[in-house]
C-alpha cells in the first residue's frame, strides 16, 4: 500500500458492494493492494427498514471515513454513496455493468423501462464524479438514452486472470452457454436461439449452464433434443472443467454489456459464436463467428464453422492483449489518485 495524499497517508475508499459477484470482489481486491479499503457489504439489508437503516448509518460513517466511494452499478446504493459523497465533499466512482442503461421495450429489459430507477439512474451518471464503463457501448448508450453529456464517463475494459482460465486437455465436441432459464433472461441471452440450433446438430452435445426461477426452464426443456444437457448452476471449479472441455462457447445475445463468461471461455480456447451487440465484438474481435439476433439457422451455420476451426488459441490471446488484470489495476489506480489529488 502506498502513501498518496500530502499528509502521507494511503487513500481511503468505502467500496459498496451489493452482491457478491466475481468480478466485484476481483475490483475490490485490486484496489487493497494500493489504498486502504472499507467494505460496505449490501447483501440483504435493502429488504426489510431495519437493515436498509443501519447499512445508511454505516454508509455515512464509511463515507466520512473515506476520502472516496466507489460503488458497482448504478443502483440506489449507489445514489445514496453519491449523494452523502457531494455532501460531505469526498469523490465518487461509479462503475456501469450495462442493464442500468438498457431500454429494450421488445423482451422487457432494462432499468430504463422503469421511470423510478431511470431517475436513479440519469442521477448517478449525472453527479458521481467518475463514471466507469466495461465498453464503449456502455456509454453510447446512456448518452443517448438519458440524455447526459456523458464528459465523466469513462471506458475501462474488464481483467480476467489467465492463469486463473486457461485450456487443459483435449477439446470435446461440445458447445456451451450460461444464463438463468427464466423468461426475461432467456430471451435476452438468446437460450431459445441456443436450443433451437442444437436440434440441427444432433451428433455434438450443448450444454446449458443455468438454472429457472419461474418455470420457464421447463418449457425450454420440453423443446429441446435430446442432445441438450441442462446442468445447472456449477461452482467456479466445475465451471472451469466445463470451459476446457467445450470446443464452442455461444453469446447470442440481444442485449449485453461485456459478458465474463464469454471470456471466460476464450480464456480457455472456445471458439465464440456471438451476436454484434453491445460488448460481445469487443471481446471476440475477428476470432469467432457472428450471427443475427434471432436467426437459427445462421447460428447452426457459425456452430458448424467454429467446430471445424482451430481458433481457439487466438481467441485466449486475444482476451489475455485486451482483458489483463494487470492493465485494469493500473487505470483504476490512476483514476482514483486523480480524483482525489483534485
Known amino acids: 500500500m502506498t502513501k498518496d495524499d500530502r499528509a502521507g497517508r494511503p487513500t481511503k475508499i468505502l467500496f459498496v458492494k451489493p452482491n457478491e459477484a466475481p468480478f466485484i470482489a476481483t475490483d475490490l ?9 472499507r467494505l460496505l457489504y449490501l447483501g440483504s439489508t435493502k429488504k426489510n427498514l431495519g437493515g436498509l437503516a443501519k447499512t445508511m448509518i454505516r454508509m455515512v460513517r464509511g463515507v466520512l471515513w473515506s476520502d472516496l466511494t466507489f460503488s458497482w452499478f ?13 455532501l460531505l ?5 461509479v462503475v456501469l ?9 421488445e423482451i422487457g429489459h432494462g432499468a430504463l423501462l422503469n421511470p423510478r430507477l431511470a ?3 440519469k442521477y448517478v451518471i449525472e453527479h458521481a464524479d467518475k463514471i466507469l464503463a466495461v465498453d464503449e457501448s456502455l456509454k453510447e448508450e446512456a448518452i443517448r438514452n438519458l440524455n447526459v453529456d456523458g464528459k465523466n464517463i469513462q471506458t475501462l475494459l474488464a481483467g480476467h486472470d489467465h492463469e486463473k482460465f486457461k485450456p487443459s486437455g483435449s477439446k470435446e465436441n461440445m458447445v456451451m452457454t450460461i444464463g438463468l432459464l427464466d423468461r426475461p433472461v432467456v430471451k435476452r441471452k438468446g437460450l431459445d436461439v441456443f436450443v433451437q440450433a442444437a436440434g440441427h446438430l444432433r451428433d455434438v452435445r450443448f450444454v446449458l449452464i443455468g438454472s429457472g426461477k ?3 426452464d421447463e418449457q425450454l426443456k420440453k423443446m429441446a433434443a435430446p442432445n441438450v444437457e441442462f446442468v445447472g448452476w456449477v461452482d467456479h471449479h466445475e465451471l472451469h472443467g466445463y470451459y476446457q472441455r467445450a470446443r464452442v462457447y455461444c453469446q447470442l445475445s440481444v442485449s449485453e454489456g461485456l459478458p465474463n463468461a464469454l471470456c471466460e471461455a476464450m480464456l480457455c480456447e472456445c471458439v465464440p459464436v456471438g451476436t454484434k451487440v453491445c460488448g460481445i465484438p469487443t471481446a471476440m474481435g475477428d476470432t469467432g463467428f457472428y450471427v443475427p439476433v434471432g436467426d437459427t439457422m445462421a447460428t447452426v451455420e457459425a456452430i458448424r ?9 487466438v481467441a485466449r490471446a486475444r482476451i489475455v492483449e485486451l482483458f489483463s488484470l494487470e492493465k485494469r489495476e493500473q487505470k483504476l489506480v490512476e483514476i482514483v489518485r486523480g480524483l482525489v489529488r483534485k
Not at 464453422?305 to 488459441?313: E, I, P, T, V
Open 29 to 37: 481486491e485490486l484496489l487493497k493492494k494500493h489504498f486502504e479499503v
Open 74 to 86: 448504478a443502483d440506489a446504493h449507489a445514489k445514496w454513496a453519491v449523494r452523502i459523497s457531494r
Open 89 to 93: 465533499g469526498k469523490k465518487s466512482i
Open 97 to 105: 455493468g450495462g442493464y442500468e442503461v438498457a431500454k429494450v421495450p
Open 119 to 121: 431517475k436513479t439512474v
Open 214 to 216: 419461474d418455470g420457464y
Open 305 to 313: 464453422k467454429a467446430l471445424a476451426s482451430d481458433r481457439g488459441k
